[in-house]
């Protein structure tokens, strides 16, 4: 790990590395960092553009921090507007001279597996630098990069299958569709699975022929520019892949409203995604958002109760609660409500926080200190507005962003830590008594972004399922990711899917081909 004074930034001027962003003419576009777990690496520092790490104009850079310590990894080149427009013409180039979008397709899908194979060679250290970079648990991460690898391999697996059809308009004519890429995509992602969200992103644009700009989240741009020197390594044109740290407000902004840019993609806040939509509508690009949610997590009494605990702690306790579906308001039938909760209490309570490079860590640092101050704040309003603390409700320890893995009891439909997202380790149970009223009180939520039922009984679960208000049901299980299954959001959770064969119809676009014929003897 780097020391607070920055001694690893070799040439730096100690004071310098103390106070995050600022001017520095001569950041190294790579510097080395030794991991808490013993891993040493070299970071890129640059902004990827066009195949090639390169300082920003401004000579600006910003200071990462690693949330279990609060100490100072490195700085990273922050983008300004004048960077963004190199990036946008680099994807705007390498899009028009067709050398990826015209390529055969098996062309992208050599790369893109190439790509997953670089990935997954390095997996012990990209996950090691997202566990440095968000906090998570070493085992969250490596769950990550495994499935940024069966992503991008999945991504491959399309690049040949992107088919239009053709169409009976009779004798007269011969009528086609094909789906062409749309150009240069604008992506934002965000801080809660850095990488993950990069794949999500880059491998269906790049799949279907697009070239992209993707702006990573300001606290942890680390991993994306650490898989970025991969691109090239893959086969992958200068160009087609250009990655930049910064800040949302200033290149984010600048995505979103930039001509040249087609499509934005956006993961992150309903408030922001409300913001970008407003931007990309009014310069009609193609949009799709990934946004909040406050997920119902259901438990029926005739569910196998102990794996049902088990769920409902992935549910809320994985990724430290940093997870826009997190399973944060459970409903519990009434006959089995105390001795659920008593059990969830346990479980709760016996949940590992704590050093994110411990293997048997379950639930690591929360990823900033805005993130863990807006936590504790939820606490005090869920006390104030008359909730049970039943377990948790405290930062541990006084170092790193950790939090207690938190319980709410007789809570009401009405309160805001069951109406907002609060993004963090903290989860309200409330019993109830019918289908009918359990699937009333899952669906008053804005959101609609994932579900779980929880029954043996098949009839229930699928009469559920049906009537839930949400992109994703999940069944007996709870935050269970699959490459080939779409995800995304109903209502204020979003517009569009990612993953599966929907994530490719949001990259591409129709066209109708439409051919009189000269026929013989007519
Ligand atoms: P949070 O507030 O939790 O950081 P956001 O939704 O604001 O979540 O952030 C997700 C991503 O959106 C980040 O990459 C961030 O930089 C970016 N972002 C924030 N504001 C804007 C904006 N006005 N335009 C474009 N992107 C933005």
Redesign the pocket.
Known sequence: MLSRTGTALRGMPVAATRLGMRFYAQLPLRVPVKMPNGIEYEQPTGLFINNKFVRAKQGKTFEVVSPATEEEITHVYEAREDDVEDAIAAADQAFKSGVWSDADPLVRAKALNKLAELIEEDLETIASIETLDNGKAISSARGDVQLVANYLRSCAGWCDKIDGRLINTGSTHFSYTIRQPLGVCGQ????NFPLLMWAWKVGPALATGNTVVL????STPLSALYVSQFVPKAGIPAGVVNIISG???II??A??THPKIKKIA????T???R??YQ?AGANLKKVTLELGGKSPNIVFADADLKATVQNIILGIYYNSGEVCCAGSRVYVEESVYDQFLEELKAATENVKVGDPFDDATFQGAQTSQMQLSKILKYVEIGRDEGATLVTGGERLGNKGFFVKPTIFGDVTEDMRIVKEEIFGPVVTITKFKTVEEVIEKANDSEYGLAAGVHTKDINKAIEVSNRVNSGTVWINTFNDFHHAVPFGGFNASGIGREMGIEALENYTQVKAVRAKLTLSGK
């Open positions: 934002i992602i965000p801080w702006k990573t989240a300001e800040f949302g407000k984010g902004e995505l979103t956006f993961t992150g806040s408030a922001t995604g913001h970008i931007n």
